[in-house]
């Protein structure tokens, strides 16, 4: 997906733990809450392209991966 193409590995990346984006945004409208209006409605990642990145990590020696 065109935008989540900015998360994918940057190999420079020389760290043990990591972050990976799986989705962004929000569909439930609460009345208390901005992340509808501020980051759009819910998007996720496929489950392909997760995986792929995670296993980039791997190889960079990336040993823990935190999923947002």
């Known amino acids: 997906d065109e935008k989540f193409s900015f998360f994918f590995v940057n190999k420079k990346l020389k760290c043990a733990s990591t972050f990976v984006v799986i989705m962004e945004g929000c569909s439930k409208f609460c009345s ?16 392909d392209d997760v995986i792929v990145e995670i296993v980039l990590l791997g190889y960079l020696g990336v040993v823990e991966v935190i999923l947002l």
């Open 32 to 47: 208390y809450c901005v992340v509808p209006y501020t980051r759009g409605v819910e998007v996720s990642r496929s489950f």
